[in-house]
């Protein structure tokens, strides 16, 4: 049977959010709040604009754009739990100018230019078909209209180290991984971040040339990458460091569950977090070496970290 790998990842996303209780739920949505503050963005441009969350998970941006003032915002996701969830996080906060609905085709179910404003985080990097993506969210966005994406980036340290993880992944499943995590010690926000990345059936990666030329070529010409408001574990190095040496912490209690994993599955897990302990003291030696004076931030940051996620606010051409 041929992939939906779409439908896939939707349902694992949709697995993932639905985890979240109602203070980790309300902290992510006041994140989006506050990474637009920080790059000081105008708050009030959300004021009476029809927007849409696509790929929406769990809502927790549609909600965010509602209680900014948005007219309407429609929600899109193709996982099914993820969008009754979103539903339920809304009614729990009396969220009356939202919907929420399933969908999973390549065209979407929208006219031409009918929102003011579309979200678009997480989503273009897991796309079998990126370009017909850019094209259909250039479609229905006004002229004069925004969007926003939130895009893995190229260059670092950590991704070339996922991309191997996952080949691991492929032998051991989703439900082994997920319980070793509950008993991990980790926060319970780093388990979508781990196992998506572990799990998600297709990750692409984009240098700013290569997403800067995709949304000048679908007609967004003002095009923003945002420095500030990383607020996650690209915020520092250290920071990135701790990140990384969470996965350590996940394989490695893995890797300690020996009525859950088999004999050969332990010792792969051993193998892959000597992997992960390489990596890290390689980054712990570089910030060493600009807290020594022997790199500049920048210089230690374009090694470890790359060029980071790519956070983009981009303006249609009337």
Same mark, same amino acid.
């Given at each position: 049977?041929?992939?939906?790998?779409?439908?896939?990842?939707?349902?694992?996303?949709?697995?993932?959010?639905?985890?979240?209780?109602?203070?980790?739920?309300?902290?992510?949505?006041?994140?989006?709040?506050?990474?637009?503050?920080?790059?000081?963005?105008?708050?009030?441009?959300? !004021?009476?604009? !029809?927007?849409?969350?696509?790929?929406?998970?769990?809502?927790?941006?549609?909600?965010?754009?509602?209680?900014?003032?948005?007219?309407?915002?429609?929600?899109?996701?193709?996982?099914?739990?993820?969008?009754?969830?979103?539903?339920?996080?809304?009614?729990?906060?009396? +969220?009356?100018?939202?919907?929420?609905?399933?969908?999973?085709?390549?065209?979407?179910?929208?006219?031409?230019?009918?929102?003011?404003?579309? +979200?678009?985080?997480?989503?273009?990097?897991?796309?079998?078909?990126?370009?017909?993506?850019?094209?259909?969210?250039?479609?229905?966005?006004?002229?004069?209209?925004?969007?926003?994406?939130?895009?893995?980036?190229?260059?670092?340290?950590?991704?070339?180290?996922?991309?191997?993880?996952?080949?691991?992944?492929?032998? +051991?499943?989703?439900?082994?991984?997920?319980?070793?995590?509950?008993?991990?010690?980790?926060?319970?926000?780093?388990?979508?971040?781990?196992?998506?990345?572990?799990?998600?059936?297709?990750?692409?990666?984009?240098?700013?040339?290569?997403?800067?030329?995709?949304?000048?070529?679908?007609?967004?010409?003002?095009?923003?990458?945002?420095?500030?408001?990383?607020?996650?574990?690209?915020?520092?190095?250290?920071?990135?460091?701790?990140?990384?040496?969470?996965?350590?912490?996940?394989?490695?209690?893995?890797?300690?569950? !020996?009525?859950?994993?088999?004999?050969?599955?332990?010792?792969?897990?051993?193998?892959?977090?000597?992997?992960?302990?390489?990596?890290?003291?390689?980054?712990?030696?570089?910030?060493?070496?600009?807290? !020594?004076?022997?790199?500049?931030?920048?210089?230690?940051?374009? +090694?470890?970290?790359?060029?980071?996620?790519?956070?983009?606010?981009?303006?249609?051409?009337?």
């Amino acid at each position: 049977m041929e992939k939906n790998i779409a439908k896939e990842t939707g349902e694992l996303f949709g697995s993932l959010f639905v985890a979240f209780d109602d203070l980790n739920f309300l902290k992510s949505v006041d994140l989006f709040k506050k990474r637009f503050e920080e790059n000081n963005f105008d708050m009030n441009y959300f !004021k009476g604009k !029809k927007c849409l969350d696509l790929g929406c998970g769990g809502g927790r941006y549609s909600i965010a754009l509602s209680l900014l003032g948005a007219q309407h915002v429609t929600g899109v996701d193709v996982s099914d739990t993820a969008i009754a969830d979103a539903k339920m996080r809304a009614d729990k906060l009396n +969220i009356t100018n939202t919907d929420f609905i399933v969908y999973d085709g390549a065209i979407l179910p929208f006219e031409d230019e009918t929102f003011d404003c579309v +979200i678009w985080s997480g989503v273009l990097m897991h796309m079998e078909n990126p370009e017909l993506g850019m094209q259909e969210v250039s479609r229905i966005v006004k002229k004069s209209g925004m969007v926003y994406m939130l895009v893995y980036a190229t260059g670092g340290v950590r991704w070339p180290m996922v991309n191997q993880l996952r080949n691991v992944s492929r032998f +051991i499943t989703l439900e082994k991984m997920d319980l070793a995590f509950k008993t991990s010690g980790l926060d319970v926000n780093k388990r979508r971040t781990y196992l998506d990345d572990l799990y998600v059936p297709l990750i692409d990666f984009y240098s700013f040339d290569r997403l800067q030329t995709l949304l000048n070529k679908n007609g967004f010409n003002n095009c923003n990458r945002w420095q500030k408001g990383r607020l996650d574990h690209e915020e520092s190095l250290d920071a990135y460091i701790k990140d990384l040496n969470g996965f350590n912490q996940l394989f490695e209690e893995a890797s300690s569950l !020996k009525g859950v994993f088999s004999v050969t599955e332990i010792a792969t897990l051993h193998n892959a977090s000597k992997l992960i302990k390489a990596v890290v003291a390689y980054a712990v030696s570089v910030n060493e070496l600009y807290t !020594k004076g022997e790199l500049t931030e920048a210089q230690a940051r374009e +090694i470890v970290i790359g060029q980071g996620h790519h956070r983009i606010i981009a303006f249609k051409s009337n």
